[in-house]
């Protein structure tokens, strides 16, 4: 009756240590594929407490939009003009000649607009009568004026005095013939009756 118990405590004995075994073998292969498939040792559930010194992480700096057009290689748009034909460039030389003519004719035709004038000399000059007639005015006191424009001359005269401009003070003379006053500058007569303003001067011949 003994040995009976004996053994039926020796096969419970061996039986619970082959089970345990077993189980210690599957918790083994259980455990080494969760460790490889981790690819690292299985770290605690409790993480140690952080030290004082721990680095406080910053937080990252906005970033600024991208610009769309860096890195790209900007082109300029050419636009093509339209050539001009002869015939086209012919018409504006001859509408700017013809604009030329008039600005021409409106200098002429109206006074003089001198700028920074000055008097250049003075001088009396005696009236000659050139047929044999008596001058009221006996003498003219003649002052020569700078003049702005190029080739241009003309006079201003209130009663006795003449201004000058565009001709030499020394080569003037003035002459009284049938009742009128002329300036006799290189064979040349200019009327010069009294006005209010410069006015051109025009070579005439002599009635």
Same mark, same amino acid.
């Given at each position: 009756m003994e040995n009976g118990e004996k053994r039926h405590g020796k096969s419970r004995f061996w039986l619970g240590f082959s089970i345990g075994l077993m189980a210690g073998l599957v918790f083994a292969v259980v455990f080494y594929f969760v $460790?490889?498939? @981790?690819?690292?040792?299985?770290?605690? #559930?409790?993480?140690?407490?952080?030290? &004082?010194?721990?680095?406080? %992480?910053?937080?990252?700096?906005?970033?600024?939009?991208?610009?769309?057009?860096?890195?790209?290689?900007?082109?300029?748009?050419?636009?093509?003009?339209?050539?001009?034909?002869?015939?086209?460039?012919?018409?504006?030389?001859? $509408?700017?000649? @013809?604009?030329?003519?008039?600005?021409? #004719?409106?200098?002429?035709?109206?006074? &003089?607009?001198?700028?920074? %004038?000055?008097?250049?000399?003075?001088?009396?000059?005696?009236?000659?009568s050139n047929d044999g007639s008596s001058a009221p005015i006996t003498a003219f006191e003649v002052e020569e004026w700078s003049e702005s424009t190029v080739n241009k001359i003309s006079y201003y005269r209130k009663n006795n005095v003449l201004k000058i401009k565009g001709l030499k003070i020394q080569n003037i003379k003035i002459i009284f013939h049938q009742n009128q006053y002329y300036i006799e500058y290189n064979g040349r007569y200019y009327p010069i009756p009294e006005n209010e303003d410069f006015h051109r001067l025009a070579p005439v011949a002599l009635p």
């Open positions: $460790d490889k498939s @981790l690819n690292g040792p299985i770290q605690l #559930l409790v993480s140690p407490p952080a030290s &004082e010194s721990a680095v406080i %992480e910053e937080a990252p700096a906005e970033e600024e939009p991208a610009n769309p057009y860096v890195g790209k290689k900007l082109t300029a748009k050419t636009v093509a003009s339209p050539v001009p034909s002869a015939d086209t460039l012919d018409n504006l030389v001859e $509408d700017s000649i @013809l604009m030329d003519d008039e600005f021409s #004719l409106d200098q002429a035709d109206g006074p &003089e607009l001198v700028y920074h %004038e000055k008097c250049l000399a003075q001088r009396t000059i005696t009236v000659k």
